[in-house]
């Protein structure tokens, strides 16, 4: 099956500091998705981006489908951000391990 | 506005108990998911249901069995729990190809 891997597998910022989470795919997608899991593990979909980019706020995300990758920007982070963060590719239903994001004051 | 409910949100079982975990979603979603997240882990998709009537395998289907009740749920249940079914299981749903919306989870411990 298809293979996800994310990078880094754990990333520690202050607050107000920029950061950027990787997502590559071994295979071709339709699809992928951008999770955040919160501390209490509740699942909050942050990006649908099978291609091209997207803003919502302080994140964005860009999806080049032919060369296999996603990136997730957080910019000016704050501590609520902290937590994991999964990008999940659709053709399979696969998820990546994740990046745990942890924001200190 | 629920979205996906799941019940129920905590269940201690002894090894070789069964169980039916439920889920329900108001969303008018055709498809339906089954995952499994161990700690430190991403998910794993158990069984997803496409439409209503039909049901797939996914990734990690073996020990569970599934149902698609109707268009709003799909449950998920173990014959006999074994210790290695301890996790938190999450039901996902979506509407077709679009994106997935989870439910809060179900923290399963089996003694």
């Known amino acids: 099956g298809i293979q996800v891997e994310q990078s880094p597998p754990d990333l520690i910022l202050q607050e107000g500091a920029n950061s950027t989470l990787r997502c590559n795919f071994s295979d071709s997608v339709n699809n992928l998705q951008w999770f955040h899991q919160n501390p209490w593990g509740q699942l909050i979909n942050l990006f649908y981006i099978p291609s091209g980019t997207k803003q919502n706020g302080r994140l964005s995300a860009t999806t080049v489908a032919t060369e296999r990758y996603s990136l997730l920007y957080i910019s000016s982070s704050q501590t609520t951000d902290s937590g994991v963060y999964f990008c999940?590719?659709?053709?399979?239903?696969?998820f990546g391990a994740g990046t745990r994001l942890t924001v200190k004051p | 506005n629920a979205g996906v409910t799941q019940t129920p949100k905590f269940q201690v079982l002894k090894t070789g108990q069964s169980m039916t975990l439920q889920c329900a979603q108001d969303?008018?979603?055709?498809?339906m998911y089954w995952y499994r997240q161990d700690p430190g882990m991403g998910l794993r998709l158990i069984y997803y249901s496409a439409s209503e009537g039909t049901t797939d395998k996914g990734e990690v289907p073996n020990g569970y069995n599934v149902s698609r009740l109707n268009k709003r749920e799909f449950s998920l249940r173990l014959e006999s729990a074994a210790p290695s079914q301890t996790s938190v299981y999450f039901c996902?749903?979506?509407?077709?190809?679009?994106?997935?919306?989870f439910g809060d989870g179900t923290r399963l411990s089996i003694l």
């Open positions: 996902a749903s979506s509407y077709y190809g679009g994106p997935q919306h």
């Open positions: 969303m008018n979603h055709n498809s």
């Open positions: 999940a590719v659709r053709g399979d239903m696969r």
